[in-house]
C-alpha cells in the first residue's frame, strides 16, 4: 500500500539525526575531526529560604551558567601543526582566543544544528598513544575552553 507525501514527509522528518556527519570551523586549515564532545551547558541551583516560610523546603533559582570544555579529536596528518601553532600562542594572560562553530550536517552537506563556542582557546593537546603492535590511526585531541555557547537549529 503505498504511503501518501504527506505521512512519508511526517514519517522522515521523525527521525533523529545521526552524529556521524559534522564539521568544525576553528579558524585552521583544516576542518576534518574524527570526535567532537563536551557541547554541555549547565546552571547551578541557588537556594534561598526566609525564616518565616511556611513551607520548610528551600526556593530554587537559576543561577550562573557553566559550559564544559569541548574536546575535538582528529587523525594527524603529515605537515598539519595547526594545534600546536595555536597553543603555542599562549603566554601569561594572553592567548589567541578564536569563535568556533560545530554544525551538524544533512545529506546534502547543510548544518541542521549549530553550535557556536565564544572566545575559545586551547587548554590542552594531547598526542596520540603510540603502541608499536597496534594498527590504527595516529589521533590527537585539542581541549578547548570557552566563554559561552550558543545553539542554532534549522
Known sequence: MPVSPHLEDELMTTYPLPN??????????RI???EVSGLNVQVEVIEYREGADKDYTP???PGRVTYDDVVLKRGIVTGDGDFFAWINTLQLNKVERRDLTISLLNEEHEPVMVWKLKNAFPSRLEGPGLDAAGNAVAIETLVVTHEGMTVETS
Open 20 to 29: 556521524f556527519h559534522f564539521q568544525v570551523e576553528w579558524g585552521g586549515s
Open 59 to 61: 526556593r530554587k533559582m
Open 32 to 34: 576534518g575531526f574524527s
